[in-house]
């Protein structure tokens, strides 16, 4: 079965740019999640999906970050206009309820906003 | 909210050693528990899980016991090994496996 995808890998931008990051689940899978990741800090959640309807984007600084899952399958992340503060790893993850409550993690994708 | 505090790294220890990462929750409710690993270059990775008081998740040699009197899940292996290193990640979820929130991370090195 083939794991979370995610493009690109890195990506390196100028402050105020705009950024698209974007994720394929696993096959079947309905919840999908972004998170920040830091450097030498843990993921952040910042958005919920289930199915096509977002459930959780609390944390989700909404005045520059936006993410969508049109048809329920695949998500884009889009962050306009980046901030040197935005630096990160984008993790995206997925999960089914036929599997317990384990998320699965994609790769990441590496973002630096010089 | 919830929250979750690991022992700061790095930790180094030689080949063989007995190895402690402590963790930490505060959480309502009743979380599940969870402990993941990065390795370099690599993405996140479920070691092991607890869904509930007293069980004990294990893989690879690793084992934490979810305690809800000390509110801890302290990861352990009784001899690591150099592949072992890697960044370990505490961390924990609502009883869906929803609101996921992380430790900080303690980096590991073992030494051959």
């Known amino acids: 079965e083939a794991g979370v995808a995610q493009s690109p890998r890195y990506k390196i931008i100028e402050k105020r740019q705009s950024v698209a990051f974007w994720c394929n689940p696993i096959?079947?899978?309905?919840?999908l999640y972004w998170y920040q990741q830091i450097l030498g800090q843990g993921p952040k959640l910042l958005i919920q999906f289930q199915n096509n309807g977002v459930v959780d984007d609390s944390q989700l600084p909404k005045d520059r970050f936006s993410a969508e899952r049109l048809k329920g399958v695949d998500s884009t992340l889009k962050i306009q206009p980046a901030k040197l503060e935005d630096s990160a790893v984008y993790l995206c993850?997925?999960?089914?309820?036929?599997?317990?409550?384990?998320?699965?993690f994609g790769p990441g994708t590496r973002l630096t906003v010089l | 909210g919830n929250s979750v505090t690991q022992m700061e790294g790095p930790v180094t220890l030689s080949e063989e050693a007995f190895l402690t990462i402590n963790c930490t929750y505060t959480?309502?409710?009743?979380?599940?528990l969870f402990w993941y690993v990065q390795y370099p270059g690599e993405g996140l990775q479920l070691l092991l899980k607890a869904t509930k008081a007293d069980d004990k998740g294990s893989n690879k040699g690793f084992e934490a016991t979810y305690r809800k009197e000390t509110t801890s899940f302290h990861l352990e292996k009784g001899s690591v090994q150099v592949s072992d290193s890697a960044v370990y990640f505490c961390a924990l979820s609502d009883k869906y496996g929803n609101k996921l929130v992380f430790g900080a991370g303690t980096i590991l090195r073992v030494k051959s």
């Open positions: 096959s079947g899978h309905a919840t």
């Open positions: 993850a997925s999960r089914t309820i036929r599997q317990g409550n384990e998320q699965f």
């Open positions: 959480a309502t409710g009743y979380p599940s």
